[in-house]
């Protein structure tokens, strides 16, 4: 299973969810853009653009005269982005992998990866590859999710797939996990590696809100890349073990009108 299969398997739900997710990641978000300070007239690269809600944000913030070139590896995702931004004639949208976009050397003033860097198994790559398309002064933003511990609304329903068996590969703290990223020293390291200067990482708090433990199961099956197609075939015994188990280690977080987990984002800004 590649990284473009993975992800293109949970197109669908990234569609479906998409409100939920720009909700919950509404804060870094923010931080991203005012961090950035995107000025009109400029162009942008945005990476792993997902369903390309972000990169609507980012052609308000270069309108008018900008240009942004919002790409994913994954043909699933670069479909949704391009229904997202049809009707944005100053967004293009391609298929390209961060690690080498076969993209023109210094041609950007700012790149963007929300939420995408740690699942390249070889970061240091993405990395070199942003600052070799950024033109002389140019900005990058890169989210990642931090540590487990912080990001239990993903952690609960992780750890009960890991203690079913249900899970393949590495941990989610090596590399290309999705918490492979998850200490601002790791991210600020890898960005300065790759020749940043400059940097900032900050520690962003996120709430991930849910009706019920079920929408909080079903959310993290349909959203979660590289665990969706492991919980989608596993048996109904399996899946009713994880859902139980996600419950429960959620039980806590419970409020008046359902669940509120939380959850943290790193930002890094080099400019
Ligand atoms: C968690 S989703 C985030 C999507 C979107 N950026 C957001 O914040 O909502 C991760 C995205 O990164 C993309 N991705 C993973 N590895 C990639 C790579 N090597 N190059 C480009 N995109 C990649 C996936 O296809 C997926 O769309």
């Known amino acids: 299973m590649t990284t473009a299969s993975e992800w293109t398997s949970v197109a669908r739900g990234w569609d479906s969810h998409r409100d939920q ?41 270069v309108s008018p005269g900008g240009r942004v070139m919002a790409t994913d590896v994954a043909p699933g995702m670069v479909e949704l982005a391009r229904r997202t931004t049809a009707d944005r004639p100053a967004i293009d949208v391609r298929e390209v992998d961060a690690t080498s976009t076969g993209l023109e050397s210094a041609s950007f003033d700012a790149v963007v990866f929300r939420m995408g860097l740690m699942f390249v198994p070889e970061p240091a790559e993405a990395l070199r590859e942003c600052r070799r398309v950024l033109r002389p002064g ?25 203690m079913q068996g249900l899970v393949q590969g590495g941990p989610p703290t090596g590399p290309g996990g999705i918490f492979s990223l998850g200490e601002p020293e ?42 969706h197609l492991a919980l989608v075939s596993a048996t109904p015994e ?18 008046a009108s359902g669940y509120q987990l939380p959850g943290e984002a790193l930002l890094l800004l080099a400019h």
């Open 138 to 162: 140019g900005r990058a933003a890169m989210a990642v999710w931090s540590g487990p511990g912080q990001n239990m609304w993903l952690t609960a329903v992780g750890m009960s797939a890991m």
């Open 238 to 255: 399996q899946r009713a073990a994880v859902k139980a188990s996600a419950a429960s280690l959620i039980e806590q977080y419970a409020t």
């Open 186 to 227: 790791q991210l600020e390291k890898a960005a300065r590696d790759a020749g940043f200067a400059d940097l900032e990482v900050r520690r962003i708090a996120i709430s991930a809100r849910y009706a019920s433990a079920d929408e909080h199961y079903d959310s993290v099956e349909q959203l979660a890349g590289p665990l």
């Open 21 to 61: 997710v720009e909700q919950m990641k509404a804060p870094l978000t923010a931080e991203l853009l005012a961090g950035l300070a995107l000025r009109p007239g400029e162009q942008v690269l945005e990476l792993g653009a997902g369903t390309g809600e972000l990169a609507l944000l980012l052609a308000d913030a």
